[in-house]
């Protein structure tokens, strides 16, 4: 590698990083791509390993094999910890360094409990691979502990599922959760029956899918309530602990909870000094720099960046693309001596949610699908997305397989409390 | 449920204790099926996990969705601690009991260290999913780790993969392995040449693969030794530690160490109070009861069963399955009135093992396989006895996937230390 080259150095492989490294291409520069994971994940599907119906290998690729055909481009798995502004490196947890001529944080978010911390071990989250098998787990034990309590109040705290948020995770979580009960497990217990099972949907705001006009969510209401789930609107949740939740003054007798409300940036803010919107994002200017920085660049859910009519631009994984690849094309307009800054003018391609097997919001704007072509249009876009044809071709055949039979083919409990004997 | 009925109860839903309640169909019992993990897990498989080719998903299933159909059957995922006998009952880790009338354990078995327990830090086994993505993970990360290393010897221990134990498993950990870092990782790694890589398999006989005949035994050797892995044969370990391991007098450097050598029987015997061998194997009867207790019968990896001849009957699934489908006549027998003892005989139907991706052996005694052919009919064997259609279409495309083009699709580092920042 010729170390004379304009280093570029990027913080997360996500949407945002490997839109960006794939767009330099051919690039006078060399890149070093860091990230704690050894893997790209495909966030929009993680509530489908979570619910059973996807492995992980199927929306998770090791960074560096999506990035071995370009030469320019070093990938390390390690944790950075800070950035030294003064003398231009990143600084890993090892306490190597890493100098950078440009450098561009990508590193995500995570959900936050809005300073209730101490909710997170009752109502886990869904960001990680982790994350989705953990909740994976909770969910399909609290059926096998259904299936041996004899005691009906507890058994049906065991058979309570709550939600709390509204958003797309919240209503994909679910829709397929009471999918999952009614449908896939039905035959498979002897002592209770799954359809007994309650799915709560808790939004604070007086409708879900707030990002969606307001028809498309009353009628993603109505379909979730059309598959079982009660959705609860205009209650914020006061409190969880390991019986339950409240909200709206009531309590509800729960044993499964999880959280899907609310979303936290990655310490990159606290790393540049710079300064930051309530959820940690740092605050960046129109090029997407950092304030006396040029040489600095925050993308993605780490970053806050308004659109042109003042609304923020959307947590989503296309946004973090075209962030990704505006920097890309200001890297290379700058290599080609040209400094102008090139303001980041995010566009909108609309916003999609699937409610159950069957049914899904699609609202593009101006027009707007609802019911199965949503579903199957919704389906296909996704398979688009995805990397690799393989995978492509193993979601697909995943999909089509529960799309006929209802069966679902991870339902795996695993880590969590390793069994004692042999 | 009928409560009248004689009640089986089955402890362990590996192979022995699945095909016994397939078996039973519908002979005029209820069944109780006990295992602590909710998947049956088919074993013969669990190295592709470990080394990148196949998703946990794809080899597991759960245990209550296989006997759904079984309507005596009631499955329960609990974890057994005891037998009191004097009671007919079994005892579990909450302190609850199940009654029996009939009781069939087949807990199967785990890797044993032969007494050096704190071997198993450095070098871990394989026997569960967890196993597999614990291996997976050491050494997706020891090439990961092995990128950043500037020091040379470090970066050669790193590099260094010692597999313990010439049995099927070992061999196949060590083709696959090799493969993996000759062709699969070769294009995503910068600053190593993964085709540095050594791969040492320690085998304390005189032959791999002893099960065979020596003529397969030496192909087999050829043939890792053609994938670039060195067979060591003769030496024991002496020492394994986080430096490396120790055979045959001098000291090898080595990051990854797995332990494919010994089995420890899981603690039925104990339960039962049962004469036991050196490996922990309850000593049955020839018809597969506890000496004076007809209606408890042990039957797998976890019971030492001898042949006509005196040999042992192996520790495979074809012999757990055979006892399983033995046990189930033996009680349709008994519930029509027919008390007589029906000793268990044994058919060996042939050894098989693979080498990497194009070569396998294959024994069944008059007739042999080597090579492609043995690798395809292995294949197509395996697919075949995996369960669902789903689960055959999705192993068939991952094999074909793997044969055309050298890439993995589980290339991926997930739980152990956890990232700790968002």
């Not at 798995?77 to 950035?83: N, Q, R, S, W």
């Not at 962030?323 to 909108?348: E, I, Q, S």
Request: with cysteine.
């Amino acid at each position: 590698m010729n170390s004379e080259l304009h280093h570029v150095v990027v913080v997360g492989a996500g949407f945002g990083g490997l839109e960006l490294v794939r767009a330099l291409g051919k690039a006078p520069v060399r890149v070093t791509l860091i990230d704690q994971r050894n893997h790209h994940l495909f966030q929009p599907l993680l509530y489908q390993v979570a619910t059973t119906s996807l492995a992980t290998s199927e929306i998770a690729w090791p960074i560096r094999h999506l990035v071995r055909h370009e030469k320019a481009v070093t990938t390390l798995l390690a944790t950075v910890t800070g950035v030294d502004k003064a003398n231009k490196c990143v600084v890993l947890d090892d306490g190597d360094t890493i100098a950078y001529d440009t450098l561009v944080l990508a590193t995500g978010a995570r959900h936050s409990y809005f300073g209730r911390d101490e909710w997170e071990q009752f109502a886990p989250g869904l960001k990680t691979l982790e994350d989705a098998t953990t909740i994976r787990r909770h969910v399909l034990r609290a059926f096998e502990q259904a299936e041996r309590e004899t005691d009906a109040e507890a058994r049906n705290a065991l058979l309570t599922f709550v939600i709390i948020g509204g958003g797309p995770t919240g209503v994909e979580l679910a829709g397929t959760i009471a999918e999952l009960a009614h449908a896939t497990l039905r035959a498979d217990f002897r002592n209770i029956d799954t359809r007994d099972t309650k799915v709560v949907l808790v939004e604070a705001g007086d409708r879900i899918l707030a990002a969606f006009r307001p028809d498309l969510s009353a009628y993603a209401k109505r379909a979730l309530e059309r598959l079982g789930v009660t959705v609860e609107l205009g209650h914020a949740v006061s409190s969880c602990n390991a019986d339950g939740v409240v909200f709206g003054g009531r309590h509800l007798a729960a044993r499964n909870i999880i959280w899907a409300a609310g979303v936290a940036a990655s310490p990159a803010a606290q790393w540049l000094g710079a300064e930051a919107d309530r959820a940690g994002r740092a605050i960046v200017e129109d090029d997407l720099t950092v304030a006396g920085h040029p040489d600095i660049f925050v993308i993605g859910d780490t970053a806050q960046v308004k659109r042109a009519d003042g609304r923020p631009v959307p947590g989503i994984a296309p946004a973090a693309k075209q962030a990704g690849r505006h920097v890309a094309a200001t890297l290379k307009a700058r290599l080609a001596g040209n400094d102008a800054k090139r303001p980041f003018v995010y566009k909108h391609q609309g916003d999609l949610a699937t409610i159950g097997k069957r049914a899904a919001v699609i609202d593009f704007g101006r027009i707007s699908f609802t019911g199965w072509p949503a579903w199957w249009l919704w389906g296909i876009a996704h398979i688009f997305f995805l990397i690799g044809l393989r995978n492509r071709l193993a979601v697909a055949m995943n999909w089509l397989w529960i799309y006929a039979t209802g069966q679902r083919s991870a339902r795996l409990i695993t880590q969590g409390r390793q069994p004692s004997s042999p």
